[in-house]
């Protein structure tokens, strides 16, 4: 496996990706992606894309997506991302390596802090920020309701 950034070659099966992978455990809106909605994040929005792919046969395994956290000069100094595994390649060690991949460059970047928001019930990715260092900052209780279901949702940080 390596992990590598997006190349405009990339943007169709990303987006095919997002399509298949982003569930309601990890995102309260299932995603609808476009080849030219990925690019479009990438040219308008700044946002960073990073891969994580086979070796033989560049299937990709999973995707952290990073950017600013807000738009607005006075939190330049923040990022956030978002991360997904393909679900036949989870605990495996790809989105490990994907965190700690995207927090070397935001560390050599100059960002001091890494803020980002998680399912309460997404477990698998609680363990693996709080394991990274990320802390709890707030919970928004009843934010979202999925299947009929009402669910937390958890902001996390992370100081570099």
Known sequence: ?????IQPKDFADVADFENENWTGIATPVIMSSTAEQIMNKILREGRDYYLAVNDDDNQILGILD???RHPILASRHVMTFGLIVAEDFREQGIAKALL?????IARKEGFQKISMEVLAGNEPAISLYESFGFVLEGRQKKEFKIEGRYVDNLLYAYFL
């Open 1 to 5: 496996m390596q992990i590598r950034d």
């Open 66 to 68: 990073a950017g600013l």
């Open 100 to 104: 700690k991949h995207f927090l070397e």
